[in-house]
């Protein structure tokens, strides 16, 4: 049973992730703080949010986006310091711009293209049934005897 709660508090431990100190005392601005850091990702622990994340560096960034919505920044501003600082990579959803653009719509393509690569050798493959001629037949039923 004792381990069995172990296992449990192991599991659950990024439910801890956001330390009491970093709370900020205005609730508006800590659910702000909240949603942003929900939307980052931990530049260590892959695909996890900073706001689930127990490594230091996503404590120093969930430190960094309190301090500027705290000097007045808004959500997209607080968003863009971060992506100025660590770049596009410490968003958990990447903008669909640029370069990204190409990487979104890539896999579509090539999805598409095997499909039709797919659906070309099948209609090539396809083998029209013509009756055997009488030799042919001879022939089989020669190989059949045997």
Do not use: H, K
Request: proline share 4%.
């Amino acid at each position: 049973m004792r381990a069995l709660l172990v296992i449990l508090l192991l599991i659950a431990t990024p439910v801890f992730a956001v330390q009491p100190d970093e709370i900020l005392d205005d609730p508006a601005l800590e659910a702000r703080a909240r949603v942003i850091t929900a939307d980052l990702r931990c530049v260590v622990c892959r695909n996890e949010s900073v706001d689930d994340s127990n490594a230091e560096i996503a404590r120093d960034i969930r430190l960094m986006v309190r301090e500027r919505l705290v000097a007045g920044d808004s959500n997209a501003e607080a968003i863009q310091y971060m992506v100025d600082r660590y770049g596009e990579f410490i968003l958990l959803n990447p903008r669909i711009t640029g370069t990204n653009l190409l990487l979104w719509l890539a896999g579509p393509a090539l999805l598409l293209t095997g499909l039709l690569v797919a659906v070309i050798s099948l209609r090539r493959r396809r083998v029209t049934e013509e009756p055997l001629s009488e030799a042919e037949e001879a022939r089989l039923a020669q190989l059949l005897d045997e």
